[in-house]
């Protein structure tokens, strides 16, 4: 089955990609070392413990190298897998495997870094009835992939952009006179899903009574977040951000928030460690 992400156009990744990396010549150590007709075998493994991610996004640049290129996924995305593990196995034309290898590789590594911190996190607040959220912190022109990784790694997406809810936030606030001016501003709108970002303890009610329907509550500690939730009183679902860390999650989860949004799952996550070695044949 093809692989499709929604606002994503996978034959244009792969293309630019690989257009970045062969350049005006093409891969000239591969055309000049290797036969045109020599087949490789192939077997890429992870080098940690991880969550794997993008893996049907590397076959996409084997693919578009070598057609006929055989592929065998070991695992799908979102699988934990230990040190050690085989991913995914192939076998075709050694140019088309040698010229693709980079871009492929890239993409595993970097998504699968997503998706492992992400899990981390999640299991840090595994039953408290907490949600984890991502950001809109993504590199520019890779969102749809990363906000892929972090659900492949457990988490829920928050806004994929600036289109898809209203989050006012402090900027918005000031300039409208108020966080309830500016909530109303947003009903009188049409926006059905209008996100608030408050301070301070003060600012709920007015936010809750002109319309919001959802609170961010933050840069607040356990302590304030606990009565912001027991203020909120379910009316609406409620959001801590801002400095969140992996030693610090657990103990805001267990305030009674809705969702904790995490800026570093997209924008710091290291690259997972991953090998692909080739043989000949």
Do not use: C
């Not at 996924?73 to 495997?97: K, Y």
């Not at 606990?226 to 305030?255: F, H, K």
């Amino acid at each position: 089955m093809r692989f499709t992400l929604d606002r994503f156009d996978l034959d244009a990744f792969v293309a630019a990609t690989l257009a970045e990396d062969l350049g005006p010549g093409g891969d000239i150590t591969s055309a000049a070392v290797i036969p045109a007709d020599a087949r490789f075998s192939g077997v890429m493994d992870s080098r940690d413990a991880i969550v794997i991610a993008g893996l049907p996004i590397a076959e996409a640049f084997f693919r578009a190298l070598d057609p006929a290129v055989e592929l065998e996924r070991l695992v799908e995305d979102g699988a934990r897998v230990a040190a050690g593990s085989p991913v995914l196995r192939l076998h075709g034309l050694a140019r088309a495997m040698l010229t693709a290898e980079r871009s492929a590789l890239n993409t595993v590594q970097h998504l699968s870094g997503i998706a492992t911190l992400t899990r981390d996190y999640v299991d840090a607040i595994a039953g408290t009835g907490a949600t984890l959220l991502d950001t809109r912190k993504t590199i520019p022109g890779l969102r749809m992939l990363e906000k892929y990784a972090t659900r492949m790694g457990g988490a829920t997406n928050h806004r994929m952009g600036l289109w898809d809810a209203a989050m006012i936030k402090d900027n918005h606030v000031a300039v409208a006179g108020g966080v309830g001016p500016a909530v109303a501003r947003a009903v009188a709108a049409g926006i059905a899903r209008i996100i608030v970002e408050v301070d301070t303890l003060a600012q709920i009610e007015p936010a809750l009574a002109a319309g919001a329907t959802h609170v961010l509550l933050d840069n607040m500690g356990p302590a304030v977040l606990r009565e912001a939730v027991a203020l909120v009183a379910g009316r609406v679902p409620t959001e801590a951000s801002g400095g969140v860390r992996r030693d610090t999650i657990r103990a805001i989860a267990e305030t009674g928030v809705s969702y904790i949004s995490v800026g570093r799952l997209t924008q710091s996550a290291p690259a997972a460690d991953l090998g692909l070695d080739f043989t000949l044949g």
